[in-house]
């Protein structure tokens, strides 16, 4: 059994770390504390988010990575 932290964000499950690449039985807890979702950094930066800039995103680490060691 392991278990993996997330949030639910009113439509789906998000999880904040890596799940099993298996399929497996799960089970959701929902956790009535309001707060617990204060501690999580979810969203937090979104009021800085630029649209334009998220389309350079896209293969920026691939990019990156020509810059450093050639397209070899």
Do not use: C, W
């Amino acid at each position: 059994m392991r278990e993996v932290t997330g949030y639910y964000d009113g439509n789906t499950v998000q999880l904040m770390e890596p799940a099993p690449k298996t399929k497996q039985k799960v089970i959701v807890t929902f956790i009535d504390d309001e707060d617990v979702l204060g501690d999580l950094p979810v969203g937090i930066l979104s009021k800085y988010a630029d649209s334009e800039k998220r389309k350079l995103e896209e293969g920026a680490f691939e990019r990156a990575m020509v810059e450093k060691h050639g397209n070899g």
